[in-house]
């Protein structure tokens, strides 16, 4: 019986994914991004801000860094995907 797989396939022409896409300067937040909304969507769609930054911190992302040698400040970073519309962030 042979394996199954699952693969994410690009709709984009490989030139248009790396003009449009696969922008060299962004990889990194792009990582941190798909990190972040991953660590939410496990956690039910919803995480605690602390519980959030702990999983973070267990990875090297501490929320009181504001010289992180990728992302300069974590904080600013992670609101960053709040403005971008990644997350949304509410007082409990």
């Not at 798909?34 to 956690?43: D, K």
């Not at 602390?50 to 400040?73: C, K, M, Q, S, V």
Request: with cysteine.
């Amino acid at each position: 019986d042979p394996t199954k797989e699952y693969v994410l396939k690009s709709m984009l022409s490989a030139k248009s994914r790396r003009r449009w896409v696969d922008q060299p300067g962004e990889l990194a937040m792009r990582g941190f991004c798909i990190t972040v909304c991953s660590l939410v969507s496990i956690g039910g769609g919803q995480m605690e801000e602390e519980l959030l930054w702990r999983h973070l911190g267990a990875l090297g992302i501490n929320e009181a860094d504001e010289a992180h040698p990728t992302f300069g400040n974590t904080k600013a970073t992670l609101y960053k995907l709040v403005k971008q519309r990644y997350l949304i962030r509410e007082k409990l």
